[in-house]
């Protein structure tokens, strides 16, 4: 009982500048959804991959059809799969942030919404309110709460 009426009081702050949270929201969307640069380097690592497949392919098939030092081959192949290797993380690597981009963004969409259908004062426990704004909440030892909210904003009481 205690946490839910101190979340009362976290909520009925936060709204009474509702337009401004909105309005943050709706700047922080637009920042996410930008993904000119990542997609161009999304790009440039699917391009070093096929490339570097496709050295290895080549690399095998010479190796295949030409006798040469067997360490020199390891060696060189060796030194491919690891540019493979990396190119192959990178990708991972930005196409996740992208993913996790886009995932933000709709969340603080759902957020954006369920701000703008609520009342601006709330007076009882709402479970589904609790679910769709709060990301989390940390009780602090002076008996204190934190309440960080879907958008980022922390309001402590």
Sequence with gaps: ETIQRMFLKAYNQMMGNRDGVIEDCQIMRTTLRDCAKLDADI?????????????????VQD??????????YSKRYENLAKRYEKA??????????????????????????????????????DE?????????????TDGGVAF???????IKV
Excluded at 148 to 154: A, P, S, V
Aim: hydrophobic residues 40%; glycine residues 4%; proline residues 1%.
């Design 148 to 154: 960080e909210f879907k958008n980022g904003t922390i």
């Design 43 to 59: 790009a440039k690592w699917q391009e070093e991959i096929e490339v570097v497949a496709e050295l290895v392919k080549k690399y």
């Design 88 to 125: 192959v993380a990178k990708h991972e690597v930005l196409t996740g942030e992208r993913t996790g981009r886009a995932a933000r963004d709709n969340e603080l969409h759902l957020f954006i919404e369920a701000l703008r259908t609520q009342p601006l004062v709330l007076e009882t426990w």
């Design 128 to 140: 589904r309110l609790w679910i769709t704004l709060v990301e989390k909440g940390t009780v602090h």
């Design 63 to 72: 190796n295949a059809s030409c006798a040469q030092s067997q360490d020199e």
